[in-house]
């Protein structure tokens, strides 16, 4: 029987991790952009005699994620995109620890694991800071998009 609650999950209490069972890495306010699509091609059977036309799927695509959070001392996002950016002399550093897996929770009304969104392959691609205005008096963020190359959505069962 499939893992059911009784009311839906609030969108303002997550958490982030990156790699699967780590440490909680960031107190992010916001996330977005999980999509995902999967092209195809019509195509009519080979046997069919009625000329019937069938859906074939070809390529699937993940669109990129973005994570927000104010702006504190660390720089551990940070240097993960910069290590996957070209330098001012060299080209990006590359290697196998540039692909992480960020796993996004959801939690239940007493703080526990309800939803999570496993997103696999994660590559940093973009930074940006949100900007310094003045007049107002708001929280300074910063927002990271990664690419993802997969995703997987676990149910935890309610405690």
């Not at 839906?8 to 909680?24: C, I, N, Q, T, Y």
């Not at 994620?65 to 590359?94: H, R, Y």
């Amino acid at each position: 029987m499939p893992i059911q609650y009784a009311e839906p999950f609030k969108a303002f209490r997550f958490l982030v991790e990156v790699e699967s069972g780590g440490a909680v890495v960031a107190a992010f306010s916001q996330f977005s952009g999980v999509k995902v699509s999967v092209e195809t091609i019509t195509v009519r059977s080979g046997n069919d005699k009625r000329g019937v036309k069938e859906t074939i799927p070809v390529l699937t695509t993940f669109a990129p994620v973005t994570l927000t959070k104010g702006v504190i001392g660390d720089n551990d996002f940070l240097d993960w995109l910069l290590s996957a950016a070209a330098g001012p002399n060299e080209g990006p550093k590359g290697g196998g620890s540039l692909y992480r897996t960020i796993n996004v929770i959801a939690l239940d009304e007493q703080g526990n694991r309800g939803v999570s969104w496993s997103l696999k392959n994660a590559l940093p691609i973009g930074y940006e800071l949100m900007p310094m205005d003045g007049a107002r008096s708001e929280v300074l963020s910063e927002s990271l998009t990664f690419a993802i190359s997969g995703m997987e959505r676990t149910v935890f069962p309610p405690s």
